[in-house]
């Protein structure tokens, strides 16, 4: 440090060379690293500090997901007094509009994932006390969060301006207590899915248009699939479901809704009516998040690449 | 002892990439030098644990790396070659997430992200994209990023790479500093002048062998060699050393002779004197590390 020279009633000041200070505090290690690579995903995939472009789609998809719960809401306050049971969605439903954040994930998990391998910034990371799994947990747990936080923050409000509307909230919060745990756990196991899926094929390029139309490809070509397959198999009398629908893995966590609200699948369901249809479908969810775990450890494992 | 190899080798399908390197460098400011290919960029991969090697050992400050890399890379700082930084994010917010993966609470990592970009001339454009950055300054976030969780040891993988002479001057002046605050640096680069301006130690190697290593000073020294300066009469001068059994010749305007001992340097002295030339300068000329390196690497082994 230099001070200015001093003089008698002149304002002091001085110059400061803070030059080198070793850090001297705590310090965390892989759970920290992975800890602080996951909330720089969210950040990223938020558009947080990042220009005003970068934030439109996170939060406009927000508001989009939303409409549906505000409508409801807005509905049941204005009918409130001629005791109407208008319910425009109900829960297990609204799970089902929460597969419109397919777009979101096609939009971010490319933006989250690609341009650490585009702009080789994956050595500077794993320089750093982390390794591929945990580069993994990080960014999938990121997306997952958002992809949780999206899809639940409209139930919540569903669910709160239901009750508040409702002749009695305290009634209705105890004649729906099951609500408290369907929709959470279904929420999870589609936000799990969607992000393990969006991840693991955003992991496959490093150029973000070419992940986003492969995770939108992937939905819509085994939608097709599914279709076809469903309405070209055999006769199946007045049962409407086949084997085919499992084809369809944007739908795939939609079953695991029905089991968790239901206790079965939906009979109305493209699966409706096939034999240990549920199980089948708990047997290909768990097959694909871990086809697409497997696919980004292999991708991020690093070393002996 | 900063780093110690043992009989470190590092074989691929189509190559040896390093070839039975034993060493043990002290702490300080350590340049690898070694051509393209030489093994210099595996052997930092080695270091920070991101590969196996096919056999040998490594300590690195003191941990052995196969044991416990995560130890080993908590104590490293990490600059690459080639770009590696995130174009449409701040300097001020890339320092600090790298920081925060080094370890630092969130807090301390902004803070140190603050100062270190100070440290490397970044205060008035940390929250300026990179991607609107010269090569100078993002060099400089590079270096930035592997200081921010403070490091016992820093390894820089050619760091005036794709700089103006200039920006080398400063990128070589703040690798200077970094001794002074107890970090030591292992500087990999082909270009021998940096090394020989800021390294105290020097590692050479050429094909994955170890080449020569030492205290660069030490190296410099066994030139035995003498620059004398006569102005224009340097063919008498050659001759009457020729004369006296000195070997010498013209080079770059100047006389350079071969002399073995303080006996020989006053023979250099008395045949100048003898031939009746005006002395501008009598030198002592240190070698190059370039000299050293082709000399080493093109001995027999």
């Given at each position: 440090m230099s001070a200015a020279a001093e003089s008698p009633g002149a304002r002091r000041g001085a110059v400061y060379d803070r030059s080198y200070r070793p850090y001297e505090g705590p310090?965390?290690?892989?759970?920290?690293?992975?800890?602080?690579?996951?909330?720089?995903?969210?950040?990223?995939?938020?558009?947080?500090?990042?220009?005003?472009?970068?934030?439109?789609?996170?939060?406009?998809?927000?508001?989009?997901?939303?409409?549906p719960a505000i409508v409801n809401v807005g509905i049941g306050y204005i009918t409130r007094e001629r005791r109407l049971p208008i319910e425009i969605i109900t829960y297990r439903d609204y799970v089902g509009v929460s597969s419109a954040l397919?777009?979101?994930?096609?939009?971010?998990?490319?933006?989250?994932?690609?341009?650490?391998?585009r702009q080789r910034v994956l050595p500077l990371m794993f320089s750093r006390p982390l390794v591929g799994t945990d580069y993994v947990v990080a960014k999938v747990g990121s997306i997952t969060?958002?992809?949780f936080a999206f899809s639940f923050l409209p139930q919540v409000v569903l669910f709160v301006g239901n009750m508040l509307v409702s002749d009695s909230a305290l009634d209705y919060f105890t004649g729906h207590l099951d609500v408290l745990w369907h929709v959470p756990a279904s929420v999870a196991l589609l936000a799990v899915y969607y992000a393990v899926v969006g991840c693991a094929v955003a992991s496959l390029t490093d150029r973000r248009i070419v992940a986003g139309a492969s995770v939108i490809g992937l939905f819509l070509v085994t939608s097709i699939a599914s279709a076809v397959i469903v309405d070209n198999g055999p006769d199946r009398g007045p049962s409407p479901g086949s084997p085919g629908a499992l084809v369809n893995v944007l739908r795939l966590p939609l079953y695991l809704r029905d089991l968790v609200f239901l206790g079965h699948v939906d009979p109305a369901s493209p699966l409706?009516?096939?034999?240990?249809?549920?199980?089948?479908?708990?047997?290909?969810?768990?097959?694909?998040?871990?086809?697409?775990?497997?696919?980004?450890?292999?991708?991020?494992?690093?070393?002996?690449? | 002892m900063l780093l110690r190899l043992t009989a470190l080798t590092k074989r691929y399908p189509a190559v040896t990439a390093l070839d039975g390197l034993t060493l043990e460098v002290p702490r300080g400011l350590i340049g690898l030098v070694g051509a393209n290919g030489a093994g210099k960029s595996t052997m930092f991969r080695l270091l920070l644990g991101l590969t196996q090697p096919t056999e040998g050992h490594i300590q690195v400050c003191g941990v052995d790396v196969a044991a416990d890399p995560i130890e080993v890379r908590s104590r490293l700082g990490y600059m690459p070659e080639h770009d590696c930084l995130p174009l449409d994010q701040t300097?001020?917010?890339?320092?600090?997430?790298?920081?925060?993966?080094?370890?630092?609470?969130?807090?301390?990592?902004?803070?140190?992200?603050?100062?270190?970009?100070?440290l490397v001339g970044l205060d008035e454009a940390r929250f300026r994209p990179i991607g609107g950055f010269s090569t100078g300054m993002r060099q400089r976030t590079k270096l930035a990023q592997a200081l921010v969780g403070d490091p016992e040891l820093v390894l820089l993988d050619e760091p005036t790479a794709g700089l103006d002479p200039l920006g080398r001057e400063e990128m070589l002046a703040l690798v200077a500093r970094l001794g002074t605050f107890g970090i030591s640096v292992i500087m990999a680069t082909h270009l021998l002048d940096d090394v020989q301006q800021v390294c105290d130690h020097v590692v050479m190697i050429d094909a994955g062998r170890l080449v020569v290593a030492g205290?660069?000073?030490?190296?410099?020294?066994r030139t035995g060699a003498v620059t004398v300066d006569v102005g224009r009469h340097h063919d008498e001068l050659v001759a009457g050393l020729a004369r006296a059994g000195v070997a010498a010749a013209v080079v770059n305007g100047a006389v350079e002779a071969t002399v073995d001992g303080d006996l020989q340097l006053d023979l250099v002295r008395d045949v100048v004197a003898d031939l009746g030339l005006p002395l501008f300068r009598l030198s002592t000329r240190l070698t190059s590390l370039d000299e050293v390196f082709l000399r080493s690497a093109g001995g027999p082994e």
């Amino acid at each position: 440090m230099s001070a200015a020279a001093e003089s008698p009633g002149a304002r002091r000041g001085a110059v400061y060379d803070r030059s080198y200070r070793p850090y001297e505090g705590p310090r965390g290690r892989r759970a920290a690293a992975t800890a602080a690579l996951y909330r720089a995903s969210i950040r990223r995939a938020l558009g947080l500090r990042r220009s005003w472009r970068q934030k439109v789609a996170p939060f406009v998809l927000l508001a989009v997901v939303s409409v549906p719960a505000i409508v409801n809401v807005g509905i049941g306050y204005i009918t409130r007094e001629r005791r109407l049971p208008i319910e425009i969605i109900t829960y297990r439903d609204y799970v089902g509009v929460s597969s419109a954040l397919l777009l979101f994930v096609a939009l971010v998990a490319p933006d989250v994932m690609c341009p650490d391998r585009r702009q080789r910034v994956l050595p500077l990371m794993f320089s750093r006390p982390l390794v591929g799994t945990d580069y993994v947990v990080a960014k999938v747990g990121s997306i997952t969060t958002i992809l949780f936080a999206f899809s639940f923050l409209p139930q919540v409000v569903l669910f709160v301006g239901n009750m508040l509307v409702s002749d009695s909230a305290l009634d209705y919060f105890t004649g729906h207590l099951d609500v408290l745990w369907h929709v959470p756990a279904s929420v999870a196991l589609l936000a799990v899915y969607y992000a393990v899926v969006g991840c693991a094929v955003a992991s496959l390029t490093d150029r973000r248009i070419v992940a986003g139309a492969s995770v939108i490809g992937l939905f819509l070509v085994t939608s097709i699939a599914s279709a076809v397959i469903v309405d070209n198999g055999p006769d199946r009398g007045p049962s409407p479901g086949s084997p085919g629908a499992l084809v369809n893995v944007l739908r795939l966590p939609l079953y695991l809704r029905d089991l968790v609200f239901l206790g079965h699948v939906d009979p109305a369901s493209p699966l409706g009516g096939v034999d240990r249809g549920g199980m089948y479908a708990v047997g290909l969810y768990v097959a694909v998040l871990g086809l697409g775990l497997g696919v980004l450890w292999r991708r991020y494992r690093w070393v002996e690449r | 002892m900063l780093l110690r190899l043992t009989a470190l080798t590092k074989r691929y399908p189509a190559v040896t990439a390093l070839d039975g390197l034993t060493l043990e460098v002290p702490r300080g400011l350590i340049g690898l030098v070694g051509a393209n290919g030489a093994g210099k960029s595996t052997m930092f991969r080695l270091l920070l644990g991101l590969t196996q090697p096919t056999e040998g050992h490594i300590q690195v400050c003191g941990v052995d790396v196969a044991a416990d890399p995560i130890e080993v890379r908590s104590r490293l700082g990490y600059m690459p070659e080639h770009d590696c930084l995130p174009l449409d994010q701040t300097a001020a917010d890339v320092v600090s997430t790298f920081g925060e993966l080094s370890g630092l609470p969130r807090r301390a990592a902004r803070q140190r992200a603050s100062d270190i970009l100070d440290l490397v001339g970044l205060d008035e454009a940390r929250f300026r994209p990179i991607g609107g950055f010269s090569t100078g300054m993002r060099q400089r976030t590079k270096l930035a990023q592997a200081l921010v969780g403070d490091p016992e040891l820093v390894l820089l993988d050619e760091p005036t790479a794709g700089l103006d002479p200039l920006g080398r001057e400063e990128m070589l002046a703040l690798v200077a500093r970094l001794g002074t605050f107890g970090i030591s640096v292992i500087m990999a680069t082909h270009l021998l002048d940096d090394v020989q301006q800021v390294c105290d130690h020097v590692v050479m190697i050429d094909a994955g062998r170890l080449v020569v290593a030492g205290e660069t000073a030490s190296l410099l020294d066994r030139t035995g060699a003498v620059t004398v300066d006569v102005g224009r009469h340097h063919d008498e001068l050659v001759a009457g050393l020729a004369r006296a059994g000195v070997a010498a010749a013209v080079v770059n305007g100047a006389v350079e002779a071969t002399v073995d001992g303080d006996l020989q340097l006053d023979l250099v002295r008395d045949v100048v004197a003898d031939l009746g030339l005006p002395l501008f300068r009598l030198s002592t000329r240190l070698t190059s590390l370039d000299e050293v390196f082709l000399r080493s690497a093109g001995g027999p082994e």
